[in-house]
């Protein structure tokens, strides 16, 4: 079978590897459509934080497909069925799993990092980890699911976003952009903001379905949190950046009494000044991953129509050249590559 493999830093190559055989508790499932996440630039890159990743390493973890075998003792999943795989997999025995935050579960393992991927014609995983795709919902803009779950959690369960509210996303990459349709959906005041970089392709798609951006390098935010608020400052604002001046930036035009969730991994070591957050009594949370939950909210978002997945996935990147995909993901100019293993 074809098969994306990382051989080094900023290295991947195209093989030919041996298809997969499902031992008696896992399916084989034939992947047809895998996507290309923020965690895999930088695996890709080999970021701090990343080094760990054994090399080579099938990568890929954000995938659609249909199950074509099933292990002799697999009872609940069959062939024929298109599914999409959860791909943080939580050990169920840890105080935070039985607590019911497998998200944040101690020994966790994930897809295309632990264990080889999805990028590839044929990938093995056990059954409990899968969910089945409506029939409304298209198998290969499914890839997306994971990542719409993640964004579903930042809003739904992480938030406080209500119909009305005034809310910014800075970052328009893929968990930005997902966070910012479920938003509007919503009924929120949305707005986007990002950097010139994100003006050749991220920001204009967002703008295509009016939801309205900003280029924070040309544009003052200042100006706009007094234009959409009245001076008052948003009353949610969503970090995916990964950057401290990210954080900094979302603390500064949060209102008093507001939120800021932060979803973006910050690479670098940061610190706050409490001083005005506490006297602002702002509330700062978290969001992190996402559950079983979340991951069917996201099919039900896409089955309904409130996320239409063609507004931020782009599939004009090719299996045989995943470099190219990986290197206009890093220069901000597409939101969500796809590889189309169908088609290889």
């Known amino acids: 079978m074809k098969q994306i493999v990382q ?37 890709y890159r080999y970021d701090g934080g990343y080094e760990w990743i054994p090399i080579p390493r ?28 959860e791909p943080i997999h939580h050990c169920g025995d840890c105080f935070q799993c039985d607590n019911g935050q497998e998200n944040v579960c101690q020994n966790f393992s ?34 997306i699911t994971e990542p719409t779950s993640i964004a579903a959690r930042a809003v739904f369960d992480r938030s406080s976003v209500t119909p009305g509210d005034t809310v910014l996303v800075e970052g328009p990459g893929p968990i930005g952009s997902l966070i910012a349709c479920i938003a509007d959906s919503m009924g929120a005041n949305v707005l ?27 544009e003052s935010l200042e100006e706009l949190v007094d234009e959409r608020t009245d001076g008052l400052g948003f009353d949610v604002v969503f970090d ?15 209102r008093k009494g507001g939120q800021v969730v932060v979803v973006g991994l910050p690479g670098d070591p940061s610190s706050l000044f ?18 079983w939950t979340n991951f069917e909210q996201a099919l039900r978002l896409m089955e309904n129509g409130a996320i239409d997945p063609d507004n931020v996935v782009d599939t004009s990147f090719s299996v045989s050249e995943p470099a190219a995909a990986f290197e206009a993901f890093l220069d901000s100019k597409t939101i969500k590559p ?5 088609e290889a």
């Open 274 to 291: 409490m001083t005005p957050i506490v006297r602002s009594e702002i509330e700062v949370n978290t969001s992190y991953g996402s559950t």
């Open 338 to 342: 796809l590889f189309n293993f169908d």
């Open 110 to 143: 994930i897809t295309g990092m632990h264990r080889d991927g999805a990028y590839a014609e044929y990938t093995v995983v056990e059954p409990q980890h899968l969910h089945s795709i409506p029939d409304g919902v298209d198998l290969g803009t499914a890839a």
């Open 7 to 43: 051989t080094g830093p900023e290295t991947v190559e195209v093989q030919q590897g041996n298809r997969p055989s499902p031992d008696p508790n896992e399916v084989l499932v034939r992947v047809h459509t895998a996507g290309l996440c923020g965690s895999d630039a930088h695996a």
């Open 192 to 218: 986007v903001s990002g950097l010139g970089q994100d003006t050749t392709d991220r920001l204009p798609r967002l703008a295509s379905i009016d939801i309205d951006t900003v280029d924070v390098e040309s």
């Open 58 to 85: 099938i990568m890929g973890h954000e995938y659609s497909g249909e199950v074509v075998a099933v292990g002799d003792g697999v009872t609940s999943v069959s062939t024929g069925q298109r599914v999409v795989e």
């Open 240 to 254: 995916t950046t990964g950057h401290r001046s990210g954080i900094e930036t979302a603390v500064d035009v949060t």
